[in-house]
Each structure stands twice: as C-alpha cells, then as structure tokens.
C-alpha cells in the first residue's frame, strides 16, 4: 500500500503545481483542457512523453475506493459554483452538474466507431477531448467547464484515476444519483493518452489553438457531400460516410458527435413545406440521418437508439438564452464555435459580460449561457430522472419555434399544457415521425422499466467501447474493476 501512496502522493503535488486558475478563479480547470500549442511537440513527435503505465494503473485499481470516488463525485455534482453555475434552478429545480457529466461522457465516449466489425477508432479511452482536436469541436462547447470541475476530483485521487475513467464514472454516477436506472454498472481500467493524435483521423474543425504544424488543418468542409431529396440546398450539406483521405466520418458534419440537432430544412417545393412557419426543419427528414448516423455509420440497432436519445435528453438542458444579433458578439464565428476556453472575451471562461447575456456575477453563464444555442429543458424536473420525454414527445403537438439565440427548434403548441416550459430538437421529433421509432416511444411511455433496462444496457456499452477496446466487456474480461452500486442506499 505504501508504494501506491507515495504514487499517489505524488501526482498530487505535480497536479497542484501544474494547475493555473484561469479567471474567476476556476481551480483545476487546467487538468482538465490541453491547448494545442501544448501538445504540438508531441504531435510533431520533437517531444516525448512518458507513456500511460498501463499495468501500474490496473494494479493500483484494485485498491480504488469506489465507494469513496462516488461521493465526491455526488457531492461535486449538487455542489453549485459561483465560477459555473449548476443548471435547475432556472427551470424551477434543484441545482445539479447532473446533464453536464452526462453530456461530458456522452460526447467523450460518442466517438467510437466500429467499422465492419473490424476496425475501431474512437472512444473515452485515451481521454482525447481534453487535447486538440477534440477539445474544439463545437460539439463540444463548455464541456471544458465540465472537465474543469472534475479537476476536483481527479486532484483529489490523482494517479488513484484515469481522466478517461474519471469522465466515463461521472456521467454514470450522475445518472445514478439522480434517480436513474437501478441496473446501471461500470468498470475501469481506461487508459489516457498524452496528446489528441488518435483523434485527428475522426476529423479537424476549429485551429484555433494550433498552428504552424501540418497537423493543424482543418477539413471542416467534407470534401465529398450530399443533400437529403427534398432537402434545401442552401442548407447544411452532409458529409458522406467515405471521404478521399479514407477518413471515416461518423457523423454529418466534422465537430459534431452524431447529427445535425436542428434537422435538415425542406425545399420550398418539398411536401409540408409552410411558408407562415417561423423555420422550415423537417423532423421526417431528420429520422432519416438519425437513422444513418446511429445504426449505419455507428453500429447501434433502433432500439438503442431511441433508448440512448431518450436518455440522454432527460437529465440537464440546452443552453441559449442570448441574442447575440446585432452586437460585437454576433459577427463572425461566434464566441461560443471558438475551442478550446468558448469565451467572449479571453481569460473569462463565460459569454458576454458588458451586458449583452445579462449583467454582474451572472453575466455569460448561469441562465445566460451560450452552447448550443438551443434554449430550455427536455423536462420539467431536469435534475432528476424522470419519463417526460416520452411522454411530452406523445401527448403534445410540436410548433416551430425560435431560441432567443435564433436557432430552431420546437415548443408546445398548447401554451398552457404542464409541458410548455420544455423545448424539443428536430432530431428528437424525429424519433416520433419514423414508424419503427414510433413503436419504441410508446413502448417506452407505458413501460418504465423497460426502458430503464434498455438505456441501462445501452449506457454501458457506450461507456466502454473504444479503440483500445472495441467490444463492451473488453474491459471486464481484462481489468475486473467493476461495480453495479450495490453500496449505494
């Protein structure tokens, strides 16, 4: 045991001097995001880092206290801090880092790819979003806050913790804690890399952070790329699967995870095209690059999908409440495309504060984030699981509707119902406007625990699929480091 805690010890002390408080006195963010121009040297391979201790850690896992890490996760994610704001409390709930952690693994481990069964890329394992070029993907905005808080915990178990591990029990632990499925279970033994080089064969968008390199050039615009039939061609083009580099894209858009959120926009000519509407998204159009991105490009059955999407959009929300239009903010790419810190103004961490996304202590983050661009909860109790997705997803009629940030996306058109403080996505309609999805959402709405087991299932094997390991008991079969929270009341 000494050993370990010397290990341990250690990496304690070299955490502490190597984490710089950015503005607003954020602790440990540093631990958690990598700019490029820090890793360049081992991507050009003029520096070498010492290797992940693949073997030490497996050793060192066994005597993890799980118990111990849950409850400082737990006690973290209901922790509210001034630097970033817990959501709830906007949406009439209690303050929880609950969809945040979710988000964070979800879009860590999303990365995954299995091709043919064969050949895997991708995945949590290595820890890559805290290096470029993920950590500039605008899917990924603000989740370098996310890593920032865990920096919390990772200093407090230092070598004791992966980051890879850290990010995939943290978003399960947060599903956990809040009420979620109770068959929900975990293992460890993820390894981290020391820079984001396995990621830049999933694609490169922002470089903001890198250059003077080779590597750093982005192939944001798909070279090879289609529209949808009935599709406006104006909008967005999608990116094939196949481009000429042999680069595999998993998703429609380099930087995003999985789809576009706001679904494809329809032809003026196109069938239920309604020029009196505030957009134009289609949610039937949308089931169909659901359907190509999760189970043709990404392996998952429709199942999974429907399950996955369900529950990952019950827990947090989405987040932009600000009109940037008009103002310094608005030009350009806006500040919140702009990897790896998503700041207005540098040094800050946080939108706007001269008053464009509110004032004071509040301005830029809290209720006034900018994200997505989205704006609202999936729920009405989004720091709690609940089954209102499905539910609200049935009994509704879904309208057009604008985010005060301008992107499109869907309300009630009852203002009244008990749902009306709760938002939709195009690619969340869409899983009511395809018939197979259809059957898998009313199943869902009147089996509660059907579901729970399904997204249980589902989670696990989006947790603990990587390049490293490609199949969901990889890890099981050669850690053993496991738990199914039977020590939580």
Not at 67 to 83: D, H, N
Not at 265 to 286: D, F, I, N
């Amino acid at each position: 045991m000494a050993p370990m805690f010397l290990a341990s010890l250690a990496a304690t002390v070299v955490l502490s001097v190597t984490a710089q408080m950015r503005n607003d006195d954020f602790p440990f963010y540093d631990l958690g995001t990598i700019p490029a121009w820090k890793d360049l040297g081992y991507l050009r391979g003029t520096k070498h880092a010492k290797p992940f201790d693949k073997e030490a850690y497996h050793s060192d896992l066994k005597h993890l206290d799980i118990p111990r890490l849950y409850e400082s996760i737990t006690k973290l994610m209901v922790s509210s801090k001034a630097f970033w704001p817990a959501d709830g409390p906007q949406d009439g709930d209690i303050p929880s880092y609950a969809g945040l952690f979710g988000r964070l693994a979800w879009h860590c481990s999303g990365t995954f790819r299995l091709v043919n069964d064969t050949h895997a890329a991708g995945g949590c394992e290595g820890a890559r979003q805290r290096h470029w070029p993920e950590n500039e993907w605008r899917d990924n905005t603000n989740l370098d806050k996310a890593r920032g808080l865990l920096g919390q915990v990772k200093q407090e178990f230092g070598a004791n913790i992966s980051w890879s591990d850290l990010i995939t029990f943290a978003g399960t632990v947060a599903l956990k804690a809040s009420g979620g499925p109770k068959t929900l279970r975990f293992c460890f033994g993820r390894s981290d890399d020391v820079d984001g080089a396995k990621s830049i064969p999933l694609g490169v968008e922002g470089v903001h952070q890198c250059r003077g390199s080779r590597f750093c050039k982005s192939n944001f615009e798909c070279p090879t790329a289609f529209h949808w039939p009935e599709q406006n061609e104006k909008d967005h083009a999608r990116c094939n699967l196949t481009q000429p580099d042999n680069r595999l894209q998993a998703s429609h858009s380099v930087g995003l995870i999985y789809v576009y959120p706001e679904g494809p926009e329809l032809s003026p000519t196109a069938k239920g095209y309604k020029p009196e509407q505030v957009h134009q998204r289609s949610p039937r159009l949308s089931a169909l690059e659901v359907r190509d991105t999760f189970h043709r490009r990404m392996g998952w059955t429709d199942r999974e999908t429907v399950a996955l999407i369900g529950g990952g959009h019950t827990l947090g929300r989405t987040h932009g409440n600000c009109n940037l239009t008009g103002t310094q903010w608005g030009k350009g790419t806006p500040y919140n495309d702009v990897g790896p810190y998503f700041e207005a103004s540098p040094g800050t961490l946080r939108g706007p504060t001269d008053g464009t996304c509110g004032h004071g202590a509040a301005a830029g983050r809290g209720a006034n984030t900018v994200s997505s661009g989205f704006e609202g909860p999936w729920t009405r109790t989004p720091s709690r699981w609940n089954y209102d997705f499905f539910h609200a997803m049935l009994a509704e009629e879904w309208e057009p509707a604008k985010s005060p940030f301008g992107n499109d996306q869907w309300r009630t058109k009852d203002r009244k119902s008990k749902y009306a403080k709760t938002m939709r996505l195009t690619a969340d309609l869409a899983l009511v406007h395809d018939e197979t999805y259809a059957a898998i959402v009313k199943e869902y709405a009147s089996d509660y625990a059907k579901f729970d087991a399904d997204f249980a299932d589902a989670w696990y094997k989006l947790m603990h699929r990587s390049q490293a390991h490609p199949k969901e008991e990889d890890l099981r079969k050669e850690v053993g480091v496991c738990t199914n929270f039977e020590f939580v009341k």
